[in-house]
């Protein structure tokens, strides 16, 4: 028992001084927002969690330059009484960290700076040391694997994985029809099994990607790593080293990585032994290119689990949004199915040149993401070093920074009319001279900034983009949509922290074309 208490003791206090050492807010003379925290930091009762939407907005009243425009919020009313923070710089203690929150004017300033400078923060918001997400800070593998061979090979791999979700589409119909050859189901599970079943032909190929415990493995870590995550912010930093070994979920996420490495090691070691560049898809790619530490068996299947969680519930809740905004605008169905039916007739089968024919329907998902973003915040990045930003300000290393990226998609100096859902607004602007290869869903910059920001933004995205045009073919060109009848509105999407979730109740009804 007396070692046990000096083990506890003793993990405490070493965490207590790295936590000190590693995170304390350090003076910097910017403005603060919110209250500031305690000496031991926050945890998921602060005052960050419940009031998240308001301090941002408060940030993005006082932060905006004299302003011509004023900002429309969409829930709250703040009169502009204030341009107190003119540079564009404010501190906000959030939920797990103290960050200082950076406007888009200070995008360029990173731009050049290296990833090991300015480094992802998903370990440390995902409670990486307990749920594996820590494989980011260790290796670049996935990103290479995403912005090389995976972007590389959408066009080949665009016709299995239509196949692949629309037959998974076709089972799920066929178990729910009813009577009136139609079927309600709640939209966004619909999307995870969909994008679970596409994501499971392009990472493990078609031996694996039908495999029941595979497709619940790498949907179900994602929501692993959430419940731990949840149940460590409940208590402050400095204790979760305590906690963590005593959580239900903890010892769930461990069950899951004993499953992924069961159902993934045989594979690795089949495809070790035989020829290389003979399977077109993630695993291979990592096998093959994976070097030193990165290659150890147990690697490859963490790095697989984190394209798994990188990868399924984002792409799934932006295709459930652009669904539920086509129910709420049916007049756009005709139109986007008339597109799809158009690109196929040139060529019934399916690659790169039919996606890159989608330009309405690019620019009615951008417009639904730019209106249904997946957080309020983006480019989260922790400093390594210290980084001057154009007005001379210099952000120390060990700074947290963030953009708030949420204010800005509903500002008229961005967007005229921010807060009316204009599906062409992203194909229109295309057809002006000379911008015909941007504003695209896939595109990045620091006023559109829901990817990141920069050469290290999300390496997934034109593989996101085109899959959701995959997906909503596979309904569009065979299904009508709508909501339950006698729903006319939206569900609210709600704001948790810097989250902002979609409803995971909402029905859709699938109907088939005559
Ligand atoms: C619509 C869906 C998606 C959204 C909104 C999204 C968004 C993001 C964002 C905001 C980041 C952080 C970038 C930064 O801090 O600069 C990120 C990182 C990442 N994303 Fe995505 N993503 C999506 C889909 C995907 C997909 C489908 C994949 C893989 C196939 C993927 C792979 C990754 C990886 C590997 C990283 C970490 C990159 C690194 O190590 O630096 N994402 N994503």
């Known amino acids: 028992m007396s070692t046990l208490i000096l083990t506890l003791f003793i993990t405490s206090s070493l965490s207590f001084l790295t936590y000190v050492f590693l995170v304390y807010p350090r003076k910097l003379d910017i403005p603060r927002v919110g209250p500031s925290s305690g000496s031991l930091g926050n945890t998921s009762m602060s005052y960050f969690q419940g009031h998240s939407l308001e301090l941002i907005e408060e940030g993005y009243t006082k932060v905006r330059s004299l302003q011509s425009q004023p900002y429309q919020s969409c829930n709250l009313n703040f009169s502009i009484d204030s341009v107190k923070y003119k540079d564009g710089l404010y501190s906000l203690w959030t939920t797990d960290m103290d960050r200082v929150i950076v406007s888009a004017k200070f995008m360029k300033d990173f731009m050049s700076l290296p990833r090991s400078t300015v480094r992802l923060t998903a370990s440390i918001r995902h409670a990486g040391p307990y749920t594996g997400m820590d494989i980011v800070e260790e290796s670049g593998l996935q990103f290479d694997m995403c912005a090389g061979q995976l972007s590389q090979n959408i066009g080949r791999l665009a016709q299995p994985v239509f196949d692949e979700a629309a037959s998974t589409l076709h089972a799920k119909f066929g178990k729910g029809e009813n009577a009136s050859r139609s079927l309600s189901t709640p939209v966004f599970p619909l999307m995870i099994e969909l994008v679970t079943s596409a994501i499971a032909r392009a990472f493990v190929g078609p031996g694996l990607c039908r495999n029941p415990e595979w497709l619940s493995t790498a949907t179900g870590y994602t929501m692993d790593v959430a419940k731990v995550t949840t149940d460590l912010n409940a208590h402050y930093r400095v204790f979760h080293p305590v ?62 689990l984190f394209l798994n969680m990188a990868a399924i519930h984002t792409t799934a809740e932006v295709a459930a949004n652009v669904l539920i905004e086509l129910c709420a605008q049916p007049d756009y169905v005709s139109m986007l199915r008339k597109e799809m039916r158009e690109a196929l007739d040139e060529d019934p089968h399916i690659s790169l040149a039919t996606l890159n024919k989608l330009k309405k329907t690019d620019s009615f998902i951008k417009e639904s993401h730019r209106l249904n973003p997946l957080g309020l915040m983006t480019f989260n990045r922790y400093l390594s070093a210290p980084v001057q930003l154009s007005n001379g300000i210099t952000l120390p290393a060990k700074t947290y920074i963030s953009m708030a990226h949420y204010p800005q998609q509903r500002d008229p100096e961005f967007y005229p009319a921010p807060l009316d859902f204009d599906g062409m607004r992203f194909f229109h602007l295309r057809q002006k001279e000379g911008k015909g290869d941007k504003y695209q869903f896939a595109s990045i910059s620091s006023t559109e900034p829901w990817w990141g920001v920069g050469k290290f933004a999300c390496p997934g995205r034109f593989w996101a983009s085109a899959q959701i045009k995959l997906l909503l073919m596979a309904i569009l060109l065979e299904f009508d949509l709508g909501f339950p009848d006698g729903q006319l509105e939206k569900p609210e999407r709600v704001v948790a922290g810097a989250g902002l979730k979609t409803s995971v109740t909402q029905h859709i009804v699938l109907k088939r074309l005559k």
């Not at 906690?243 to 159902?263: D, M, T």
């Not at 594979?267 to 530490?293: C, F, V, Y």
């Open 243 to 304: 906690v963590a070994p005593f959580l239900k979920s903890y010892h769930e996420i461990q069950a899951r990585f004993a499953l992924a490495r069961e159902l993934l090691f045989p594979l690795i070691e089949t495809r070790r032994s035989g020829e290389r560049n003979q399977h077109l898809d993630m695993l291979q790619w990592l096998i093959d290119s994976a070097k030193g530490p990165d290659a150890q068996t147990d690697k490859i299947v963490g790095s697989m």
